[in-house]
């Protein structure tokens, strides 16, 4: 399952707004920062040489501040926006290339989108709203039905199909909002922070939904949050943007582990770090004096009730059967420290 | 002194040379055309005409039975139902039966050609910047001119009757649904729009299936006020041969027969209440799921 298989490539990717971005595109090209560009031309700078190749059937995680370019750059990957330089590439076709015809086309069966504010048709019903992906593309009726009921019952919408989305809560009106995105059978998911207006505990439902969902479905998912717990809980993957620019790519173990800068440092430092971190990014050689054997999977907040339990210091690592090694209680305490507190010896804490 | 005190106008026969020579013109455009553009208009004087007779031939009863079950269709109100039934009884008890039907006859034409014209003019308004900056200034004059103004080309071309009469009222009657349409047409949310967009669909399938019921709300108000608009233009376009209600308000006020004017005049008030209280209660029922609902 897990091959090398890229769905999506983004090449030198640049989107100056303003009156006249190609005039000013060779001085981002050059280096020139956001702020720089603000003050000097009066452009914006929204992506500054974006290059990621997002893998297939994963979750994809786009990251950043507000502003910092992650709605931008997830419209381009179905046209929404057009780029000002660089290239889009999504199954080894250039996206830029296509005629108007071919991209809606694209847009019909290849990717579809959530949004931040569900964007449903006040005017159709819930499962008309579903079914609007199949109108476009002229489904025949029953068909249509069919296919539109199944995914309204797979978010647990079933019965509420005559409904109007006014009269739906948040949580059950984004849950509309999935469906229609999943009812094109399209095999990329694009979620522009399709759960940051929704609480807390039906956000964490939510992203329960995708994940279960996912398990089954494997498909290509570009989420964009500003949220790191929601990152950690959901991403395969992780790409952390700032001002334009794409600052660290990487798992969550890695982001966590060896942030980028401080940019990336200050954001994980809030973070539950035991929570995220998994035994298998601090296993080292050596046996455990212990008999305990925990996969290395294992968070290390469970991990340590482990060897509470057990009154151990240490535990075996294995996966998928074999050993790979041993992490000790230290390793892991080391693992939870806050990394700025081991870099900036000044104020070090006694 | 002089100078200053009286205007240096052009002088009296500098201008009466202009306005002679415009007269002129306008006059041989319309003996060469006049005719051409009175066969245009043709098939509407049928159609006006026939929907005329139509309303007058057919028995009273089933008149005041339509009229009560469009008040229903639209309205779900028993209460205009009956004011509706009311009114029209007491009108035709005065005496003022026929004036009515062809004043109603002229509304709904008038109505039916604004809706025509005016809605593909608002559409065409709200997609294209150019087009509603011509076409803004356009709509002022034709609200804020007298009407009498363009009553006189109109009639020199047309001459007196029921064709002119339509016409001017439609002029009247017009700007407020182009206004409107092109404005709920661009109130349309730009996420939903981007929505539409995401999911592929072309600019026909934004039109008919996002922007329009999305702008119908505001598509009836503008209906509405037309119709309103309309209404108020009866008495004028009677002065150019309209039959109707209007007809009586300008003997009354030639003659000075009190009761006569007000009674017709209040025969029009109420076709207008009506009009504005159904077709706005349709509007409300129209956007009933947008807004209010409540989650079970
Ligand atoms: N149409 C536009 N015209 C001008 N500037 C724009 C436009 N769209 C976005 N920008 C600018 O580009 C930058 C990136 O915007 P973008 O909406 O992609 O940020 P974001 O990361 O999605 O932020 P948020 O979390 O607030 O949604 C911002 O500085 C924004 O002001
Ligand atoms: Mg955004």
Same mark, same amino acid.
């Given at each position: 399952?897990?091959?090398?298989?890229?769905?999506?490539?983004?090449?030198?990717?640049?989107?100056?707004?303003?009156?006249?971005?190609?005039?000013?595109?060779?001085?981002?090209?050059?280096?020139?920062?956001?702020?720089?560009?603000?003050?000097?031309?009066?452009?914006?700078?929204?992506?500054?040489?974006?290059?990621?190749?997002?893998?297939?059937?994963?979750?994809?995680?786009?990251?950043?501040?507000?502003?910092?370019?992650?709605?931008?750059?997830?419209?381009?990957?179905?046209?929404?926006?057009?780029?000002?330089?660089?290239?889009?590439?999504?199954?080894?076709?250039?996206?830029?290339?296509?005629?108007?015809?071919?991209?809606?086309?694209?847009?019909?069966?290849?990717?579809?989108?959530?949004?931040?504010?569900?964007?449903?048709?006040?005017?159709?019903?819930?499962?008309?709203?579903?079914?609007?992906?199949?109108?476009?593309?002229?489904?025949?009726?029953?068909?249509?039905?069919?296919?539109?009921?199944?995914?309204?019952?797979?978010?647990?919408?079933?019965?509420?199909?005559?409904?109007?989305?006014?009269?739906?809560?948040?949580?059950?009106?984004?849950?509309?909002?999935?469906?229609?995105?999943?009812?094109?059978?399209?095999?990329?998911?694009?979620?522009?922070?399709?759960?940051?207006?929704?609480?807390?505990?039906?956000?964490?439902?939510?992203?329960?939904?995708?994940?279960?969902?996912?398990?089954?479905?494997?498909?290509?998912?570009?989420?964009?949050?500003?949220?790191?717990?929601?990152?950690?809980?959901?991403?395969?993957?992780?790409?952390?943007?700032?001002?334009?620019?794409?600052?660290?790519?990487?798992?969550?173990?890695?982001?966590?582990?060896?942030?980028?800068?401080?940019?990336?440092?200050?954001?994980?430092?809030?973070?539950?770090?035991?929570?995220?971190?998994?035994?298998?990014?601090?296993?080292?050689?050596?046996?455990?004096?212990?008999?305990?054997?925990?996969?290395?999977?294992?968070?290390?907040?469970?991990?340590?009730?482990?060897?509470?339990?057990?009154?151990?210091?240490?535990?075996?690592?294995?996966?998928?059967?074999?050993?790979?090694?041993?992490?000790?209680?230290?390793?892991?305490?080391?693992?939870?420290?806050?990394?700025?507190?081991?870099?900036?010896?000044?104020?070090?804490?006694? | 002194?002089?100078?200053?005190?009286?205007?240096?106008?052009?002088?009296?026969?500098?201008?009466?040379?202009?306005?002679?020579?415009?007269?002129?013109?306008?006059?041989?455009?319309?003996?060469?055309?006049?005719?051409?553009?009175?066969?245009?208009?043709?098939?509407?004087?049928?159609?006006?005409?026939?929907?005329?007779?139509?309303?007058?031939?057919?028995?009273?009863?089933?008149?005041?039975?339509?009229?009560?079950?469009?008040?229903?269709?639209?309205?779900?109100?028993?209460?205009?139902?009956?004011?509706?039934?009311?009114?029209?009884?007491?009108?035709?008890?005065?005496?003022?039966?026929?004036?009515?039907?062809?004043?109603?006859?002229?509304?709904?034409?008038?109505?039916?050609?604004?809706?025509?014209?005016?809605?593909?003019?608002?559409?065409?308004?709200?997609?294209?910047?150019?087009?509603?900056?011509?076409?803004?200034?356009?709509?002022?004059?034709?609200?804020?001119?007298?009407?009498?103004?363009?009553? @006189?080309?109109?009639?020199?071309?047309?001459?007196?009757?029921? *064709? +002119?009469? &339509?016409? /001017? #009222?439609?002029?009247?009657? %017009?700007?407020?649904?182009?206004?409107?349409?092109?404005?709920?047409?661009?109130?349309?949310?730009?996420?939903?729009?981007?929505?539409?967009?995401?999911?592929?669909?072309?600019?026909?399938?934004?039109?008919?299936?996002?922007?329009?019921?999305?702008?119908?709300?505001?598509?009836?108000?503008?209906?509405?006020?037309?119709?309103?608009?309309?209404?108020?233009?009866?008495? @004028?376009?009677?002065?150019?041969?309209?039959?109707?209600?209007? *007809? +009586?308000? &300008?003997? /009354? #006020?030639?003659?000075?027969? %009190?009761?006569?004017?007000?009674?017709?005049?209040?025969?029009?008030?109420?076709?207008?209440?009506?009009?504005?209280?159904?077709?706005?209660?349709?509007?409300?029922?129209?956007?009933?799921?947008?807004?209010?609902?409540?989650?079970?």
């Amino acid at each position: 399952m897990s091959n090398n298989e890229i769905k999506v490539e983004i090449k030198n990717l640049y989107k100056i707004f303003g009156r006249n971005p190609q005039k000013h595109l060779e001085k981002a090209q050059n280096g020139m920062g956001k702020s720089e560009l603000m003050e000097k031309t009066a452009h914006v700078m929204g992506l500054c040489d974006v290059n990621i190749k997002i893998p297939a059937r994963g979750i994809q995680v786009i990251m950043g501040l507000s502003g910092s370019g992650k709605s931008t750059l997830i419209r381009h990957i179905n046209r929404l926006i057009e780029p000002t330089a660089g290239e889009i590439i999504v199954d080894g076709v250039d996206v830029l290339a296509m005629s108007q015809d071919e991209l809606r086309d694209f847009r019909r069966k290849k990717a579809s989108m959530v949004f931040q504010k569900f964007a449903l048709l006040p005017h159709r019903t819930v499962i008309q709203n579903v079914a609007y992906g199949l109108d476009i593309q002229n489904v025949p009726e029953e068909e249509k039905h069919q296919r539109s009921m199944k995914w309204l019952e797979r978010v647990g919408l079933g019965g509420f199909e005559d409904n109007y989305p006014s009269q739906l809560s948040g949580g059950m009106q984004q849950r509309v909002g999935l469906a229609r995105a999943l009812a094109t059978d399209a095999d990329i998911l694009l979620m522009d922070e399709a759960f940051s207006a929704l609480d807390p505990l039906i956000r964490t439902d939510m992203q329960d939904i995708l994940l279960k969902l996912q398990e089954e479905l494997h498909k290509t998912i570009i989420f964009i949050t500003h949220d790191l717990d929601e990152a950690l809980r959901i991403g395969d993957n992780i790409a952390i943007l700032r001002d334009g620019s794409i600052v660290q790519q990487g798992t969550p173990q890695e982001i966590v582990l060896k942030p980028a800068d401080d940019y990336v440092a200050d954001f994980i430092k809030d973070i539950n770090r035991s929570r995220v971190l998994q035994l298998g990014s601090i296993t080292h050689d050596g046996k455990a004096e212990s008999n305990i054997i925990l996969e290395r999977s294992t968070t290390i907040e469970d991990a340590i009730q482990s060897l509470r339990k057990a009154n151990a210091n240490d535990a075996n690592v294995i996966h998928e059967g074999n050993s790979i090694g041993v992490v000790t209680l230290n390793d892991m305490l080391g693992a939870i420290e806050r990394p700025d507190a081991t870099n900036t010896g000044e104020n070090a804490y006694s | 002194m002089d100078f200053l005190t009286t205007f240096p106008d052009i002088g009296r026969q500098n201008l009466r040379d202009i306005k002679k020579s415009v007269d002129a013109t306008f006059k041989d455009f319309s003996r060469s055309y006049g005719e051409g553009i009175e066969d245009f208009f043709y098939p509407l004087l049928k159609f006006l005409v026939f929907f005329e007779k139509l309303l007058i031939n057919t028995p009273w009863p089933i008149i005041i039975a339509v009229l009560a079950g469009l008040a229903w269709l639209g309205s779900r109100n028993w209460k205009l139902v009956t004011g509706t039934i009311i009114s029209f009884i007491i009108i035709g008890a005065l005496g003022m039966w026929k004036d009515t039907m062809a004043t109603l006859a002229i509304i709904s034409v008038a109505t039916l050609v604004c809706i025509a014209v005016g809605i593909p003019f608002g559409i065409w308004m709200a997609k294209s910047d150019r087009m509603q900056s011509i076409i803004t200034p356009v709509l002022d004059i034709m609200q804020t001119i007298p009407s009498f103004v363009y009553l @006189i080309p109109v009639v020199m071309l047309l001459g007196l009757g029921k *064709v +002119p009469g &339509l016409l /001017a #009222v439609c002029v009247y009657a %017009l700007p407020p649904l182009v206004r409107l349409t092109n404005l709920g047409i661009r109130l349309v949310d730009r996420e939903i729009l981007e929505a539409a967009d995401a999911f592929g669909a072309n600019p026909r399938q934004k039109l008919f299936g996002v922007q329009i019921p999305l702008a119908l709300p505001n598509i009836f108000a503008g209906i509405n006020q037309t119709i309103m608009m309309a209404l108020a233009m009866v008495v @004028i376009a009677s002065m150019i041969g309209v039959k109707g209600l209007g *007809v +009586p308000v &300008l003997q /009354a #006020v030639q003659n000075q027969y %009190l009761a006569l004017g007000l009674m017709n005049g209040l025969a029009i008030v109420a076709l207008a209440i009506i009009f504005d209280r159904v077709s706005q209660q349709y509007g409300k029922r129209l956007q009933k799921h947008r807004e209010g609902g409540h989650h079970e």
